[in-house]
Antibody, heavy 115, light 108 residues
Framework: EVQLVESGGGLVQPGGSLRLSCAAS????????MDWVRQAPGKGLEWVGR??????????EYAASVKGRFTISRDDSKNSLFLQMNSLKIEDTAVYFC??????WGQGTLVTVSS | SYVLTQPPSVSEAPGKTATITCGGD??????VHWYQQKAGQAPVLVID???NRPSGVPERFSGSNSGNTATLTIARVEAGDEADYYC???????????FGTGTKVTVL
């Protein structure tokens, strides 16, 4: 069974940093592209970014709203996906989901940016 | 940037057909995915590549895509179909995924 479990969310002040993790199991993690998606409270879904697999050079794409502030990485040896978030803004407050090529999603982790 | 527009809400009686539209410039040239998100839960893929239904998704769910509108159709709607539904495409010009504005489906 495919499982994706996010962790690392919490309360952070504006301008601060946070690193989210997504632990994957039940499939060959290294074969797949992985994405981060977020959802602000009461709002719709917003794509954050993608990291491709090794065959595709681990290349990344980011939403314009986070480019230059967020970095996606992965550790295939640990079946883990990461989202490093720097220079956080109040508008980054959201539940952050990781997803495997859209067919499997984690339950999300809440990030609250507030002073 | 590319914009996908959905109606905020759709309401239908049980047993009827619910139709959710997703409007975008020449969306018919893109591949559309559809997601169902129930309250407090993660999204679930219900249609990918315009018309494909992933394993485990009821046959009552179907999709189409042409011109400037993609459509998700839920036949014989049930109380368990109440959820928010989102369309999604890859915009190659900006190299970003884009989600639609979302549609809340209510079963009367």
């Amino acid at each position: 069974e495919v499982q994706l479990v996010e962790s690392g969310g919490g309360l952070v002040q504006p301008g601060g940093s946070l690193r989210l993790s997504c632990a994957a199991s039940g499939f060959s993690f290294s074969d797949h592209f992985m994405d981060w998606v977020r959802q602000a409270p009461g709002k719709g879904l917003e794509w954050v970014g993608r990291i491709r697999n090794e065959i595709n050079g681990y290349t990344t794409e980011y939403a314009a709203s986070v480019k230059g502030r967020f970095t996606i990485s992965r550790d295939d040896s640990k079946n883990s996906l990461f989202l490093q978030m720097n220079s956080l803004k109040i508008e980054d407050t959201a539940v952050y989901f990781c997803a495997r090529e859209w067919d499997s999603w984690g339950q999300g982790t809440l990030v609250t940016v507030s002073s | 940037s590319y914009v996908l527009t959905q109606p905020p809400s759709v309401s239908e009686a049980p047993g009827k057909t619910a139709t959710i539209t997703c409007g975008g410039d020449n969306i018919g040239t893109k591949s559309v995915h559809w997601y169902q998100q129930k309250a407090g839960q993660a999204p679930v893929l219900v249609i990918d590549y315009d018309t494909n239904r992933p394993s485990g998704v009821p046959e009552r769910f179907s999709g189409s895509n042409s011109g400037n509108t993609a459509t998700l159709t839920i036949a014989r709607v049930e109380a368990g179909d109440e959820a928010d539904y989102y369309c999604q495409v890859w915009d190659s010009s900006s190299e970003q995924y884009v989600f639609g504005t979302g549609t809340k489906v209510t079963v009367l």
